[in-house]
């Protein structure tokens, strides 16, 4: 790909200013228009050192307004970002609707280092394509405009601006160590380059390869780049083109042959709680010990005993190391971004237990039942959220999810219980009874939900509800089981580690 590129072609001054006077007003214009349109645009800058991604970026923003876009400069993880999934500080980052992100270097920069120092290959190599191909078609396909640019220059014309900025002192801090290391093994890095961006130049986020050599060429080639893409996707959407999903049936109906007989004596179950709690703290500490974040979902029917279960669940253990986190629909912000923005926000650091009353799983069952969401979103959502689980569990998070299960008649009886006593009114709302009366509808999103998205390493558990203390001890129960298939004993030689 770089090989092809012709780095010898030049733009005369008249000629820039010529289709720089124009693309300014376009670019202001189609501003506007995405922002009315609320396309949010995101724009990736990577390439050599000294090859003008400032320049560029400077000159391209001078045509729009900076209460629409935001610059992030992508150097070396924090300490609280290495504490959670790689992928979480660039969730953080996306733009919302109608805005636009320009990355100064962004997800490829480490991954190119660590390509041409051969520090990474093999199943790595390609679990790290792999997410990063994933997270640019999930933010496309909820129609984000991306554009990545690779600035390519030769090793001469490297070389050449190097001495340039060696020579004034303001400037000569650019060139450190770092870049005079690239500069010696720029073959590798190209090489590197190369097939970094034949793996992950997609149909949705192709990389667009700028000859730099000529900084009035180099600025022109992206205003045009983004001009283009944005009035793509402002015809896309005007046209409706996009693609709608084949939604196979289910190969499975789980909730058929759940057992709701079950119990636990009250007697049994007061014995054993307090030793399930016990158990289950040793378990938190050993979690924090080992850098292993859980992350533990609770999805049911309403009235399927999900705060009292929640409760038992957390009653032991250190408050400092876990967080309740409960979801309604989505507000203010959230409601700007890809679905998936609030949840990977609130991912816990590594050690730490994150419990969500409510979850991802909205898209897939009110989203989907009440309307919220279209078709094609929540249909195409089952891949997103197996998607979103992988790259949990390969960060290594311990995934449990409860379905909390209650049988119609059951659910009526807690209905009227908390209708018909004082302190329990405030549990019962108008929003329970008209959910109740889509029952049905409910019960197929669930039965495809837990089809579609029980998976080997984030497998959902069925909690048979009517009785509340079997239910309590089992999901408990579940949770520790969890723990312990993917955390080690703690070896003599294992150090607890320092507090962040």
Known sequence: MLNDVDLKVKLDKPAY????????????????????????????????DAAGKGVVLGRLLEALDPRGYKVHHVASPTEDERLHPAPWRFWNRIPARGLMAFFNRSWYHQLLDDLARKKIHGMALTAAYERIRIFERQLADDGMVILKFFLHISKKEQAKRFEKLEKDKVFSWRVGKAERRHHKHFDEYCKAADAMLGETSLQESPWIVVPATDERLSIVKVAEALAEAIEKELAQRAECTRESIEFAPRQTNPLD????????????????????????????????????????????????????????????????????????????????????????????????????????????????????????????????????????????????????????????????????????????????????????????????????????????????????????????????????????????????????
């Open 257 to 500: 042959a759940v057992d709701m007989s079950v119990a636990l004596p009250r007697e049994e179950y007061q014995e054993r709680l307090p030793k399930l709690q016990a158990e289950l703290r040793r378990l938190q500490h050993l979690c924090y010990v080992y850098r292993r974040p859980v992350i533990i979902v609770y999805e049911g029917w309403d009235a399927s005993g999900k705060g009292g279960n929640i409760k038992r669940l957390l009653r032991k253990l250190d408050p400092r190391g876990f967080e309740v986190i409960p979801f309604a629909a989505p507000q203010g912000e959230e409601k700007t971004h890809h679905y998936l923005w609030r949840f990977w926000r609130a991912l816990p650091k590594a050690g730490h237990f994150a419990l969500f009353d409510r979850s991802w799983y909205g898209r897939v069952l009110v989203e989907r039942v009440e309307g919220f969401a279209k078709p094609n979103e929540w249909q195409r959502a089952y891949s997103e959220i197996n998607e979103f689980e992988q790259q949990l569990a390969e960060a290594g998070a311990v995934i449990v999810k409860f379905w909390m299960h209650v049988t119609k008649d059951e659910q009526l009886r807690r209905f009227e219980d908390r209708q018909n006593t004082p302190h329990k009114e405030w549990k019962i709302t108008d929003e329970d009874w008209r959910n109740r009366e889509k029952w049905d509808q409910y019960w197929e999103a669930v039965s495809d939900m837990l089809d579609r998205t029980s998976t080997a390493h984030a497998p959902w558990t069925i909690i048979e509800g009517n009785d509340k203390c079997y239910a309590r001890v089992k999901a408990i129960e579940t949770v520790i089981d969890a723990i312990k298939k993917q955390v080690p004993p703690l070896g003599k030689k294992k150090k607890v580690a320092e507090d962040e």
């Open 17 to 48: 200013k010529k289709a720089m006077d124009a693309l300014d007003l376009r670019l202001a214009e189609l501003q506007r228009k995405a922002r009315e349109a609320g396309i949010p645009v995101l724009v990736v800058f990577e390439g050599w």
